[in-house]
């Protein structure tokens, strides 16, 4: 058993500030004290790996143990979800999943009360970056009540696109039909790029799109209608919210985030989430994190609990009243 000295010790040689001691932590065995494995359950490049970097790298320095990270896309993150949720409980493997994964997770199983902590163990939040609704110029709208009134006064007409059906682009789109009562022809794509092609040729008319859309809006060859979060964005301040621009009470969160196998010990997950607070406050995280489009807001485990499943709740709700299959 480790004393607390030695914990103590431990800390501060990885370059980190020493933790207040809980009991349950005291008098669990050092943690980590080998080899990490961060499972990535999408191809690499995509914004999950990237922004899943700064965390891995972080945690590497701070532990003085491999953190690596690894690869096992397929089935919209459903084939690496699963690959962890049924991994041993004890911290060394590890999920970087966005919202897709988990809900394909969610969405895979059939009890209608079902919650993400029967199957994982959510550890935090890293970044919940926003969406940002876009239309081609040649669209005579410029905000979202605009776009609400030209749907309604021309129905049928409008197309959007999405990186695929039953992705978080695409439902950001079913949730901005289900509260206005208007109605696009969805055009799903393969992927991100492929659909800012589309919208760019005048292919489709709107996009729900992540953030590295930015410099086609900031060209003009693309226009910005809002932002999808509940307030404007401090990496995006003049982009209004579709919420305070014709849709109250409209949000839609590309977040990503760190969990564990269910039952993995709580101070192993404590420590865990503590240490990714640590890791994402730094000015070198910060800025990668902002070349991203993203801000750091890592949060506890009960939190980020709370916030999943909520947010897992409301989106299948809306897929099941849309009749939108979330996993494969």
Same mark, same amino acid.
Request: glycine letters at 10%.
């Given at each position: 058993?480790i ?20 009991p ?9 004290n080998?080899p ?9 490049g ?7 970097r700064?965390v891995?790298?972080?945690?590497q320095?701070l532990?003085?143990q491999?953190?690596?990270?690894? +690869?096992?896309?397929?089935a !919209?993150?459903?084939? *690496?979800?699963?690959?962890? #949720?049924? @991994?041993? $409980? =004890?911290? +060394?493997?590890?999920?970087l !999943?966005?919202?897709? *994964?988990i809900?394909?997770? #969610?969405? @895979?199983? $059939? =009890? ?18 926003p969406y940002?609704?876009c239309?081609?110029p040649k ?5 979202a ?7 309604k006064a ?20 079913v949730?901005?039909q289900?509260?206005?009562g208007?109605?696009f ?14 919208l760019?040729?005048?292919?489709i ?12 809006i ?7 209608v809002?932002?999808t979060?509940?307030?404007r ?6 982009i209004?919210?579709i ?27 404590d ?13 070198e ?8 489009g993203?801000?750091p807001e890592p949060n ?10 909520t947010?897992?709740?409301k989106?299948l709700d ?6 939108i299959?979330?996993?494969p």
């Open positions: 058993m004393s607390r000295r030695n914990l103590l010790l431990s800390s501060l040689l990885a370059g980190a500030a020493a933790p207040v001691l809980t349950s932590l005291a008098q669990t065995p050092s943690y980590p080998g990490v494995r961060m499972i990535v359950p999408f191809p690499p995509g914004a999950t790996d990237v922004i899943g700064v891995t790298h972080g945690l320095g532990w003085g491999s953190v690596l990270q690894e +690869y096992q896309p397929g !919209s993150g459903l084939i *690496g979800a699963r690959r962890v #949720a049924a @991994s041993p $409980p =004890d911290g +060394y493997t590890l999920l !999943s966005s919202t897709g *994964g809900l394909s997770l #969610a969405s @895979s199983n $059939p =009890d209608p009360n079902y919650k993400v902590t029967q199957d994982l163990a959510p550890i935090s939040l890293m970044s919940a970056p940002i609704l239309v081609h669209l005579p709208v410029r905000s009540a605009e776009l609400i009134a030209y749907a021309n129905p049928g007409k409008l197309t959007f696109g999405s990186s695929g059906a039953g992705t978080a682009t695409h439902l950001s789109g949730l901005f289900h509260m206005t208007v109605e022809l969805h055009v799903p794509y393969r992927g991100v790029g492929p659909a800012t092609t589309g760019l040729g005048e292919q008319d709107m996009l729900f799109a992540p953030v590295v859309i930015v410099p086609h900031a060209s003009g060859k693309i226009r910005a809002g932002v979060t509940a307030k964005s401090p990496l995006f301040p003049d209004p919210t919420a305070e621009t014709g849709l109250p009470g409209y949000e839609s969160l590309g977040w990503f985030g760190v969990f564990a196998p269910a039952k993995t010990p709580g101070a192993i997950v420590r865990i989430s503590a240490d990714i607070g640590k890791v994402l406050v730094t000015p995280s910060k800025r990668i994190l902002n070349d991203q993203a801000e506890s485990a009960p939190v980020f609990a709370a916030f999943v499943n947010e897992v709740k989106w809306l897929a099941k009243a849309a009749n299959k979330l996993s």
